[in-house]
């Protein structure tokens, strides 16, 4: 197995995703050209050498009081490990419930399976047809000499009071917040205070869109902010 003997500490649940999960190769434009193993879809090599760019999908949930939940990674994470993101971060898989482009069905496929691994979100209280995709974003971002992203990032936002149940191989912790409490993480994060991190996608968000769209979210016009034809390319 390439790589098995130097990650020979990898957390074993880590170590199955990394080699058993196959994500969706893309070109720049969201057109699949492929499919590589998790494995070699975040070697900072292989991304650098090859361009490696995979489909990916960032949730955004909010409860009825419009606040936004947020995880930490675990901390056996093998990218981006102890930062604090969005709700839910993953990848569709090359398999055929999640490569449907109609209507963005196979992300939204994706992201109800994932809610369910990570933070134990039973599907009935997410329904796919209740994600709103928002808009799509191209990015790169190293975790750290080894390991980093170079993603095309599909937004999904969902309003929906949900039963949790963090799974502790995937979750730290998790919170929901307030734009104000959101502002004030934001704040302590840039200060360094008690080794507090954001993932650098959910900090692309958050600078670039996330005030706006949450206006939407209250104002229940969540349909006004859409714009799934321009792929925003981020750094």
Same mark, same amino acid.
């Given at each position: 197995? !390439?790589? !098995?003997?130097?990650?020979?500490?990898?957390?074993?649940?880590?170590?199955?995703?990394?080699?058993?999960?196959?994500?969706?190769?893309?070109?720049?434009?969201?057109?699949? $050209?492929? *499919?590589?193993?998790?494995?070699?879809? *975040?070697?900072?090599?292989?991304?650098?050498?090859?361009?490696?760019?995979?489909?990916?999908?960032?949730?955004?949930?909010?409860?009825?009081?419009?606040?936004?939940?947020?995880?930490? #990674?675990?901390?056996?994470?093998?990218?981006?490990?102890?930062?604090?993101?969005?709700?839910?971060?993953? *990848?569709?898989?090359?398999?055929?419930?999640?490569?449907?482009?109609?209507?963005?069905?196979?992300? #939204?496929? !994706?992201?109800?399976?994932?809610?369910?691994?990570?933070?134990?979100?039973?599907?009935?209280?997410?329904?796919?047809?209740?994600?709103?995709?928002?808009? %799509?974003?191209?990015?790169?971002?190293?975790?750290?000499?080894?390991?980093?992203?170079?993603?095309?990032?599909?937004?999904?936002?969902?309003?929906?009071?949900?039963?949790?149940?963090?799974?502790?191989?995937?979750?730290?912790?998790?919170?929901? $917040?307030? %734009?104000?409490?959101?502002?004030?993480?934001?704040? %302590? !994060?840039?200060?360094?205070?008690?080794?507090?991190?954001?993932?650098?996608?959910? %900090?692309?968000?958050?600078?670039?869109?996330?005030?706006?769209?949450?206006?939407?979210?209250?104002?229940?016009?969540?349909?006004?902010?859409?714009?799934?034809?321009?792929?925003?390319?981020?750094?």
């Amino acid at each position: 197995m !390439a790589g !098995a003997g130097e990650d020979a500490g990898m957390d074993a649940v880590q170590r199955r995703l990394m080699f058993e999960d196959e994500c969706i190769l893309v070109d720049e434009q969201d057109n699949v $050209v492929g *499919h590589e193993s998790k494995y070699n879809c *975040h070697l900072m090599e292989k991304i650098e050498s090859e361009n490696l760019l995979h489909r990916a999908f960032s949730v955004f949930l909010f409860n009825s009081k419009y606040e936004l939940l947020l995880q930490q #990674r675990s901390a056996t994470k093998v990218t981006f490990p102890l930062v604090w993101t969005n709700t839910c971060c993953s *990848h569709p898989l090359y398999r055929e419930s999640e490569l449907i482009q109609e209507n963005y069905l196979g992300v #939204r496929n !994706a992201a109800q399976r994932k809610l369910l691994d990570e933070l134990g979100i039973p599907a009935e209280d997410v329904p796919v047809d209740q994600f709103t995709p928002l808009g %799509r974003m191209l990015y790169k971002a190293p975790s750290d000499g080894k390991w980093g992203e170079h993603e095309l990032d599909y937004l999904l936002f969902i309003v929906r009071d949900v039963k949790l149940l963090p799974n502790p191989d995937e979750v730290g912790d998790v919170k929901y $917040v307030s %734009r104000e409490q959101l502002k004030d993480l934001v704040s %302590r !994060a840039d200060a360094g205070e008690d080794g507090l991190k954001l993932s650098p996608w959910f %900090r692309l968000v958050v600078d670039n869109f996330l005030m706006g769209w949450w206006d939407h979210v209250e104002k229940g016009t969540l349909h006004e902010a859409v714009d799934m034809e321009t792929i925003h390319k981020l750094k």
